[in-house]
């Protein structure tokens, strides 16, 4: 049973097109986060969602669109993609509507602009 | 930049070694503490935490120690495996609602 299931695993793509990530928890956490890292294995925190609702959003290019259906997914949708998008994105999830508790990781989406 | 980071991007010992991977971080407002372990190819995975109302925490061969004079967070792991060569995170969060800021990471080298 994966607990934080993000898909695909790997995308490659071409600039300019549009392109989502899935993320899905079986946790029953309540707050579900988006980070990324880039080449130099670097992670930043890009969205916090609680119960559906944003809570953070970080200093990132509104191509890019979180959308949360369910406390259980979130969703990342990314307009014309450029190149400097290639990064790894994680997705995660906490619990305590994001309180003093760890966050769990999904496995990654490695996505490749060319 | 970030408020998180380590003193050192990579670490190499030997199999059996004690290991030390340190922290520093730049809000003394923060309230708790996280490192985490990324194998190639994976997600961040948790190790141990600690809350800054504490300055030492142990797990199963894995001993985190918080100095709050000096804002600095260290990562002990005794008898380092081959299996414990990764890249080692530590990430703090402010208060309760925000998320976890990461610092650039470690990597970790394990010999036999």
């Known amino acids: 049973d994966t607990a934080v299931s993000q898909t695909p695993k790997y995308l490659v793509t071409q600039m300019g097109n549009d392109k989502s990530i899935k993320c899905e928890q079986n946790?029953?956490?309540?707050?579900m986060y988006w980070y990324k890292q880039d080449s130099k294995k670097f992670l930043k925190i890009m969205f916090s969602?609680?119960?559906?609702?944003?809570?953070i959003n970080e200093t990132v290019p509104n191509r890019f669109s979180p959308k949360s259906p369910d406390k259980a997914h979130l969703n990342l949708h990314i307009n014309s993609l450029e190149l400097g998008d290639s990064a790894v994105y994680f997705c995660?999830?906490?619990?305590?509507?994001?309180?003093?508790?760890?966050?769990?990781f999904g496995q990654g989406t490695r996505l490749t602009v060319v | 930049g970030e408020s998180v980071g380590l003193h050192l991007p990579t670490l190499s010992v030997q199999e059996g070694d004690n290991s030390i991977i340190n922290c520093a971080y730049s809000?003394?407002?923060?309230?708790?503490f996280i490192w985490y372990k990324q194998e190639s190819g994976k997600g961040p995975q948790f190790i141990i935490d600690?809350?800054?109302?504490?300055d030492k925490r142990q797990g199963q061969r894995v001993t985190v120690l918080l100095n709050k004079t000096v804002k600095h967070l260290s990562l002990q792991i005794a008898a380092t495996q081959p299996g414990d060569s990764a890249v080692y995170f530590c990430?703090?969060?402010?208060?309760?609602?925000?998320?976890?800021?990461f610092g650039k990471g470690t990597t970790l080298s394990v010999s036999s």
């Open positions: 995660a999830s906490s619990q305590s509507g994001g309180g003093l508790t760890e966050a769990f």
């Open positions: 946790l029953g956490h309540d707050t």
């Open positions: 969602y609680n119960n559906k609702e944003l809570i």
């Open positions: 809000n003394s407002a923060s309230d708790y």
């Open positions: 600690i809350r800054s109302n504490m």
């Open positions: 990430a703090e969060k402010v208060q309760a609602g925000t998320a976890l800021i």
